[in-house]
């Protein structure tokens, strides 16, 4: 049987990233698994470019792979972030200094590589009923993959652990993730006669001063757990006008926001709208429009929840928060434990620092292991 590191070094030197298809990837593991027994059943879907994405559900030897109420789930996308031009060994992994360098090592085929030995080492007949890998396209552009697992009712888990780097400790609850377009349209104009236009660029600031003084106000409502403790809204982009001599007829920008648990989505999205209907009602001339993106709320397993304090029994480690987003905004509606964890530091992920230390992955076997034999 093949160590983790050579599992997981085989893994990253198949591209993945969420352009291209994740059929290599999602056939990797399923050769393995299908070594030692276990049934798996593909849902292919078409991308927004074509382009052939597979969603995969597999099931321990004896079980059926095509029934939906389970009760623990380990779940892991199979796509990674494009990586820059000049790391000339993203796809040809390096160990140094007890780390393993490469792109996936820790965001998060490390997590899958672990799952899997850990799967090969463990006695079949002793496996729970109820237990399932599953694999997910597209996470890292949206959360695509798993929205249509939720979306065809395939899959509707008790338990959840989702593979995601957080250096062995247990995360119980994230914040969301939200994203939207404005769009500030104003009259064109000579910049000579500025009174004949209207310019969308001074809408668009009035806009967002108004967003950012909406900001402060969402300090109010707080979540203890969150360093920062609140929801947090950033105007990441912004593009408007199109020469210096013209009043700039459009102006667009992004707007993000990362909701506590507990909160709407579509609080900041809803409150936007009201200040731009606001806007307008004191000025005419003032137009414009959000358009929703993307709308992830927040997730929580409660802190006495019994997967949470197994995990923490298991690793040692107290739970935490993440601050970045996972597929367990997608099923937290559904599954009532979700945790997310894996080995790796999700701060080296998304760079050509990407690693994940050795260490951390023999851990990683031994308690999923622990995991999967006591279910
Ligand atoms: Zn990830």
Redo the contacts with the bound molecule.
């Keep these: 049987m093949k160590s983790v590191v050579e599992l997981l070094s085989e893994m990253i030197r198949i591209p993945s990233n969420s352009a291209v298809s994740n059929r290599p990837v999602v056939e990797y593991a399923a050769r393995v698994l299908q070594g030692v027994g276990w049934s798996v059943r593909e849902l292919p879907y078409k991308d927004a470019a074509g382009v052939e994405k597979v969603n995969l559900i597999a099931a321990p030897p004896g079980h059926n792979a095509a029934s939906p109420d389970v009760d623990l789930v380990f779940m892991c996308?199979t796509d990674t972030v494009p990586y820059a031009a000049d790391w000339a060994n993203a796809l040809e992994p390096v160990l140094k200094d007890g780390n393993l360098h490469g792109c996936g090592a820790c965001?998060?085929k490390g997590f899958l590589a672990c799952l899997l030995v850990a799967i090969s080492q463990s006695d079949p007949g002793k496996l729970p009923d109820g237990l399932r890998l599953v694999l997910t396209a597209e996470?890292?552009i949206g959360c695509i993959g798993a929205s249509h697992l939720v979306a065809d009712d395939v899959l509707r888990p008790r338990r959840m652990v989702i593979g995601?780097p957080t250096s062995l400790r247990p995360a119980r609850a994230g914040k969301g993730y939200c994203l939207a377009e404005v769009t500030v349209w104003g009259k064109e104009a000579h910049s000579a006669h500025p009174q004949q236009g209207v310019s969308a660029i001074y809408n668009a600031a009035r806009l967002i001063n108004a967003i950012e003084e909406y900001a402060t106000q969402l300090a109010g409502e707080t979540h203890s757990f969150f360093d920062p403790g609140f929801t947090t809204v950033n105007i990441g982009t912004i593009e408007g006008g199109t020469a210096k001599n013209i009043v700039p007829g459009v102006c667009r920008f992004q707007l993000e926001w990362r909701p506590i648990p507990g909160q709407s989505p579509n609080a900041v999205f809803a409150s936007t709208e009201k200040i731009i209907e606001r806007l307008h009602a004191l000025d005419p001339e003032f137009r414009a429009e959000i358009k929703p993106l993307r709308q992830q709320p927040g997730f929580e397993t409660v802190a006495d929840a019994p997967l949470v304090r197994k995990m923490e029994a298991l690793t040692g480690r107290p739970a935490i928060s993440i601050p970045f987003g996972s597929e367990a905004s997608i099923f937290a509606p559904i599954a009532e434990e979700v945790i997310v964890f894996g080995p790796g530091d999700m701060r080296t992920a998304h760079s050509s620092r990407e690693c994940v230390p050795v260490s951390e992955l023999d851990e990683a076997v031994a308690c999923l292991s622990s995991l999967l034999k006591a279910g």
Excluded: I
């Design positions: 996308h965001d998060v996470e890292e995601e």
